[in-house]
Protein backbone atom coordinates (compact mmCIF):
# COMPACT_ATOMS: atom_id res chain seq x y z
CA UNK A 1 0.00 0.00 0.00
CA UNK A 2 2.76 2.66 -0.71
CA UNK A 3 2.41 5.69 -2.97
CA UNK A 4 -0.25 7.50 -1.07
CA UNK A 5 -0.05 7.37 2.95
CA UNK A 6 -2.38 8.72 5.67
CA UNK A 7 -2.36 8.79 9.11
CA UNK A 8 -3.98 7.88 11.82
CA UNK A 9 -6.23 5.22 10.11
CA UNK A 10 -8.63 5.74 13.54
CA UNK A 11 -8.48 8.97 15.16
CA UNK A 12 -10.85 10.34 18.35
CA UNK A 13 -11.24 13.33 19.26
CA UNK A 14 -13.48 15.78 22.13
CA UNK A 15 -15.77 17.74 20.37
CA UNK A 16 -14.62 21.34 20.43
CA UNK A 17 -10.87 20.47 19.78
CA UNK A 18 -9.17 20.81 16.43
CA UNK A 19 -7.44 17.83 14.62
CA UNK A 20 -5.33 17.68 11.85
CA UNK A 21 -5.33 14.62 9.32
CA UNK A 22 -2.49 13.93 7.66
CA UNK A 23 -1.73 12.59 3.86
CA UNK A 24 1.70 12.11 1.69
CA UNK A 25 2.30 11.30 -1.59
CA UNK A 26 5.57 9.55 -3.42
CA UNK A 27 3.84 9.67 -7.20
CA UNK A 28 5.07 13.52 -8.05
CA UNK A 29 1.68 13.63 -8.23
CA UNK A 30 0.43 17.63 -8.84
CA UNK A 31 -2.91 17.57 -7.17
CA UNK A 32 -4.37 16.69 -4.20
CA UNK A 33 -7.51 16.03 -2.70
CA UNK A 34 -9.55 15.85 0.58
CA UNK A 35 -13.14 13.86 0.81
CA UNK A 36 -15.42 13.24 3.45
CA UNK A 37 -17.55 9.79 2.85
CA UNK A 38 -20.48 9.44 4.89
CA UNK A 39 -22.76 6.37 4.25
CA UNK A 40 -25.41 6.63 1.18
CA UNK A 41 -23.96 10.26 0.26
CA UNK A 42 -21.01 8.62 -1.48
CA UNK A 43 -17.59 11.33 -1.81
CA UNK A 44 -17.49 14.57 -0.71
CA UNK A 45 -15.06 17.02 -2.26
CA UNK A 46 -13.56 19.70 0.86
CA UNK A 47 -10.70 20.74 -0.72
CA UNK A 48 -8.19 20.54 -3.32
CA UNK A 49 -5.09 21.37 -4.29
CA UNK A 50 -3.48 21.59 -7.76
CA UNK A 51 -0.01 23.17 -7.46
CA UNK A 52 1.96 23.96 -4.19
CA UNK A 53 1.14 27.08 -2.34
CA UNK A 54 -2.62 26.96 -3.70
CA UNK A 55 -5.60 25.08 -3.22
CA UNK A 56 -9.63 25.64 -3.37
CA UNK A 57 -12.34 25.15 -1.59
CA UNK A 58 -14.75 21.89 -2.49
CA UNK A 59 -18.04 22.01 -2.49
CA UNK A 60 -18.29 21.47 1.69
CA UNK A 61 -15.28 23.37 3.16
CA UNK A 62 -16.68 24.84 5.60
CA UNK A 63 -15.55 24.05 9.36
CA UNK A 64 -11.94 22.47 7.32
CA UNK A 65 -8.72 24.12 6.75
CA UNK A 66 -5.91 22.76 4.25
CA UNK A 67 -2.14 24.14 3.52
CA UNK A 68 -0.01 22.61 0.64
CA UNK A 69 3.44 23.64 1.91
CA UNK A 70 4.93 20.86 -0.08
CA UNK A 71 4.00 18.82 -3.11
CA UNK A 72 3.85 15.44 -1.27
CA UNK A 73 1.97 16.94 1.71
CA UNK A 74 -1.47 17.89 1.73
CA UNK A 75 -2.67 18.18 5.60
CA UNK A 76 -6.23 18.44 6.26
CA UNK A 77 -7.40 20.45 9.57
CA UNK A 78 -11.04 19.77 10.99
CA UNK A 79 -11.42 22.54 13.52
CA UNK A 80 -14.34 23.21 15.76
CA UNK A 81 -16.83 24.59 13.34
CA UNK A 82 -17.38 21.47 11.91
CA UNK A 83 -20.68 20.62 13.03
CA UNK A 84 -20.68 17.31 12.57
CA UNK A 85 -16.98 15.90 12.15
CA UNK A 86 -17.35 12.11 12.28
CA UNK A 87 -17.00 10.69 8.78
CA UNK A 88 -14.45 8.41 7.15
CA UNK A 89 -11.98 11.47 5.32
CA UNK A 90 -10.40 9.73 2.07
CA UNK A 91 -7.23 11.77 0.89
CA UNK A 92 -6.15 10.97 -2.94
CA UNK A 93 -3.90 12.41 -5.38
CA UNK A 94 -3.56 12.75 -9.39
CA UNK A 95 -1.30 13.66 -12.35
CA UNK A 96 -2.17 17.40 -13.63
CA UNK A 97 -2.05 15.17 -17.32
CA UNK A 98 -4.54 12.86 -16.50
CA UNK A 99 -7.77 12.37 -14.11
CA UNK A 100 -6.89 9.13 -13.01
CA UNK A 101 -7.30 9.47 -8.71
CA UNK A 102 -5.44 6.96 -6.74
CA UNK A 103 -6.65 6.94 -2.82
CA UNK A 104 -5.31 6.65 0.63
CA UNK A 105 -6.46 4.19 2.83
CA UNK A 106 -8.49 6.71 4.61
CA UNK A 107 -9.01 8.28 8.20
CA UNK A 108 -11.88 7.35 10.54
CA UNK A 109 -12.56 10.41 12.54
CA UNK A 110 -14.73 10.10 15.39
CA UNK A 111 -15.68 13.01 17.54
CA UNK A 112 -17.71 12.59 20.80
CA UNK B 1 -21.79 22.62 -11.35
CA UNK B 2 -21.81 19.18 -12.11
CA UNK B 3 -24.57 16.77 -10.87
CA UNK B 4 -24.29 12.93 -11.25
CA UNK B 5 -26.77 10.73 -9.83
CA UNK B 6 -26.21 7.20 -9.65
CA UNK B 7 -29.22 3.87 -9.56
CA UNK B 8 -29.67 1.96 -7.92
CA UNK B 9 -28.29 2.30 -4.34
CA UNK B 10 -28.58 -1.28 -3.70
CA UNK B 11 -28.47 -4.81 -5.90
CA UNK B 12 -28.36 -8.34 -5.34
CA UNK B 13 -27.43 -10.40 -7.74
CA UNK B 14 -27.01 -14.53 -8.03
CA UNK B 15 -23.45 -15.32 -9.12
CA UNK B 16 -22.66 -15.71 -12.45
CA UNK B 17 -25.22 -13.43 -13.42
CA UNK B 18 -24.81 -9.70 -14.66
CA UNK B 19 -24.94 -6.29 -13.16
CA UNK B 20 -26.14 -3.22 -14.29
CA UNK B 21 -25.35 0.07 -12.50
CA UNK B 22 -26.40 3.19 -14.01
CA UNK B 23 -25.93 7.19 -13.95
CA UNK B 24 -26.47 10.52 -14.91
CA UNK B 25 -24.52 13.50 -14.99
CA UNK B 26 -25.73 17.25 -16.05
CA UNK B 27 -23.17 18.98 -17.59
CA UNK B 28 -22.75 18.29 -21.40
CA UNK B 29 -19.13 19.77 -20.66
CA UNK B 30 -17.88 16.68 -18.63
CA UNK B 31 -16.09 14.44 -20.68
CA UNK B 32 -14.00 11.99 -18.52
CA UNK B 33 -16.29 8.79 -16.92
CA UNK B 34 -14.10 6.60 -14.10
CA UNK B 35 -15.66 4.12 -11.73
CA UNK B 36 -14.04 3.17 -8.80
CA UNK B 37 -14.53 0.40 -6.55
CA UNK B 38 -14.26 0.21 -2.87
CA UNK B 39 -14.39 -3.44 -0.85
CA UNK B 40 -15.20 -3.30 2.55
CA UNK B 41 -12.83 -1.09 4.54
CA UNK B 42 -10.23 -0.41 1.86
CA UNK B 43 -9.84 2.64 -0.35
CA UNK B 44 -11.95 3.08 -3.36
CA UNK B 45 -9.69 1.73 -6.71
CA UNK B 46 -10.35 2.73 -10.22
CA UNK B 47 -11.37 -0.54 -12.22
CA UNK B 48 -12.79 1.49 -15.43
CA UNK B 49 -13.51 4.50 -17.42
CA UNK B 50 -14.48 6.15 -20.46
CA UNK B 51 -13.71 9.63 -22.36
CA UNK B 52 -16.53 11.16 -24.30
CA UNK B 53 -15.32 10.31 -28.10
CA UNK B 54 -15.73 6.68 -27.44
CA UNK B 55 -19.25 5.08 -26.86
CA UNK B 56 -17.80 1.94 -24.67
CA UNK B 57 -15.47 0.23 -23.45
CA UNK B 58 -14.48 -3.40 -21.90
CA UNK B 59 -12.18 -4.90 -19.98
CA UNK B 60 -12.74 -8.72 -19.42
CA UNK B 61 -15.82 -9.06 -17.30
CA UNK B 62 -16.43 -5.34 -17.09
CA UNK B 63 -17.42 -2.94 -19.77
CA UNK B 64 -19.14 0.93 -19.52
CA UNK B 65 -21.20 2.22 -21.94
CA UNK B 66 -21.70 6.11 -22.61
CA UNK B 67 -24.50 8.00 -23.95
CA UNK B 68 -23.54 11.32 -24.56
CA UNK B 69 -26.73 12.92 -25.84
CA UNK B 70 -28.97 11.10 -22.67
CA UNK B 71 -26.00 11.94 -20.90
CA UNK B 72 -26.36 8.96 -18.86
CA UNK B 73 -23.46 6.10 -18.24
CA UNK B 74 -22.99 2.58 -17.15
CA UNK B 75 -21.01 -0.16 -15.41
CA UNK B 76 -21.98 -4.04 -17.02
CA UNK B 77 -20.29 -6.83 -14.55
CA UNK B 78 -20.80 -9.94 -16.86
CA UNK B 79 -20.27 -13.78 -14.69
CA UNK B 80 -20.13 -12.29 -11.50
CA UNK B 81 -18.27 -13.10 -8.41
CA UNK B 82 -18.29 -13.54 -4.70
CA UNK B 83 -15.03 -10.90 -5.20
CA UNK B 84 -17.05 -8.47 -6.94
CA UNK B 85 -19.25 -7.52 -3.88
CA UNK B 86 -18.49 -4.05 -3.05
CA UNK B 87 -19.39 -0.22 -3.34
CA UNK B 88 -19.04 1.22 -6.92
CA UNK B 89 -18.92 4.57 -7.12
CA UNK B 90 -19.23 6.40 -10.84
CA UNK B 91 -17.55 10.05 -11.26
CA UNK B 92 -17.94 13.11 -14.34
CA UNK B 93 -15.31 15.35 -14.71
CA UNK B 94 -13.64 17.46 -17.34
CA UNK B 95 -10.27 16.39 -19.02
CA UNK B 96 -8.09 19.40 -17.82
CA UNK B 97 -10.19 20.13 -14.83
CA UNK B 98 -9.28 17.78 -12.12
CA UNK B 99 -12.21 18.28 -9.64
CA UNK B 100 -14.08 14.63 -9.75
CA UNK B 101 -17.82 14.48 -8.99
CA UNK B 102 -18.84 11.19 -7.42
CA UNK B 103 -21.90 9.54 -7.66
CA UNK B 104 -23.58 8.40 -4.14
CA UNK B 105 -22.84 4.61 -4.90
CA UNK B 106 -24.21 1.36 -5.74
CA UNK B 107 -24.10 -1.55 -2.87
CA UNK B 108 -23.21 -4.87 -4.95
CA UNK B 109 -23.65 -7.88 -3.22
CA UNK B 110 -23.20 -11.16 -5.02
CA UNK B 111 -25.36 -14.42 -3.80
CA UNK B 112 -23.55 -17.43 -3.49
Known amino acids: DGGITQSPKYLFRKEGQNVTLSCEQNLNHDAMYWYRQDPGQGLRLIYY???????QKGDIAEGYSVSREKKESFPLTVTSAQKNPTAFYLC???????????FGPGTRLTVT | GENVEQHPSTLSVQEGDSAVIKCTYSDSASNYFPWYKQELGKRPQLIID?????GEKKDQRIAVTLNKTAKHFSLHITETQPEDSAVYFCAASTVGNEKLTFGTGTRLTIIP
Open chain 1, 92 to 102: ASSDLAGVEQY
Open chain 1, 49 to 55: SQIVNDF
Open chain 2, 50 to 54: IRSNV
